[in-house]
């Protein structure tokens, strides 16, 4: 079986990462690390385990837990900021340190609009390191015709990221 984590930074988008998970191949086991900003989210799919934010020794936070990638989704400025810089206070943030220790794939997106400088360099900075920064921007070449649509392409787009299997939407034929 597969495995991916999912973390969950801050309120606003965070149902894209419960559509995400939805949407998720049954060959994939789910690690998520709700933050305390992100409590509130209550999906409960089978192969889904829950992750206490405060336990910076749960599974996730070694680098010998083998895993398929990352994704923080939504992923806050302020966890991106603490990524950026080391910091590891929190399960969510140590289990992403490990993640760039370890050069395993790591993906944020960020949900802010507009950027600021700070942010932008922080991106910046993360990028440099293999980080893969993707924000949920819509793809109108695909035509979207509903949000649910419009959803199912960001969540095809990082699906594509990390290497997961997907029919989400209909590919550029150019």
Not at 87 to 112: C, F, G, H, Q, Y
């Amino acid at each position: 079986m597969k495995r991916l984590i999912i973390g969950i930074s801050g309120a606003s988008g965070v149902h894209l990462a419960s559509r995400f998970m939805t949407k998720m191949p049954p060959d994939y086991e789910l690690f998520v690390i709700p933050s305390e900003g992100a409590k509130h989210v209550n999906t409960k799919e089978a192969g889904v385990t829950f992750l206490d934010d405060k336990d910076v020794g749960a599974i996730t936070a070694s680098g010998s837990f083998l895993n398929d990638g990352m994704i923080i989704l939504p992923c806050s400025m302020n966890t991106l900021a603490k990524i950026a810089c080391g910091i590891s206070d929190t399960l969510l943030t140590r289990t992403a340190s490990v993640m760039l220790k370890e050069r395993r794939t790591l993906l944020l997106a960020p949900r802010e609009m507009p950027l600021g400088t700070i942010a932008l360099e922080n991106m910046h900075k993360l990028s440099s390191l293999g980080v893969i920064i993707a924000p949920p921007i819509p793809g109108y070449y695909a035509t979207p015709k509903s949000l649910e649509e419009m959803e199912d392409f960001m969540i095809g787009k990082w699906m594509d990221c990390l290497n997961i299997p997907h029919n989400l939407f209909k590919r550029w034929q150019g």
